[in-house]
């Protein structure tokens, strides 16, 4: 189903002033690309993960449903929204089942090759320089989020973000190194 950015911009803040026609004629706008999103996560769970790509979606639908304060700027930033969602709800199921386990089977995450992450980190290790990178930079940690974990193009994540797409470009090079200079420091602590 296609719809303009103007109609989705335009459900997003109906739902948010309490529409709940909006929000049942919105998601069957934003769904594939939602399913999209999550697919992308799950391509990083390991195997034998008893979350599905449509489970996520529905998770996040369900946290979603509950945010009532945001100001939907558009789609990119509903989207990205729901990207950062799934990711919490993927670190939460790992940090169970890490804490269930005393972290000797840890979720094994690869950070595709435009990361240049070492596959050997788990999904907790890289919340946790995520969210030690954002003490720092947090505008760079939000670039990882939009690009990597949510799929959006660098001229989607500009918009997102309100910055150009050499920004973006800058921050996503920057990201990638300190991301991959901290999980290499985190790997020698582990020796």
Known sequence: MQSSPKEITRLLNSWRLGDQTALNTLMPLVYDELHRIAHRYMLRERAGCTLQTTALVNEAYLRLVDIKEVEWRDKAHFLAISAKLMRQILVDIARSRSYRK?????????????????????????????????????????????????????????????????????????????LLRHLKGHEKEKI
Do not use: C, M, Q
Not at 109 to 130: G, M, Q, R, T, Y
């Open 102 to 178: 005393r972290g000797g089977n840890a979720t094994k995450v690869s950070l595709d090759k435009a990361l240049l992450i070492p596959a050997n980190h788990n999904l907790l290790e890289i919340d946790e320089a995520l969210s030690a990178f954002s003490k720092v930079d947090p505008r760079k940690v939000e670039v990882v989020e939009l690009r990597f974990y949510g799929g959006l193009s660098v001229k989607e994540t500009a918009e997102v973000l309100k910055v150009s797409t050499e920004t973006v470009k800058r921050d996503w090079r920057l990201a990638k190194v300190w």
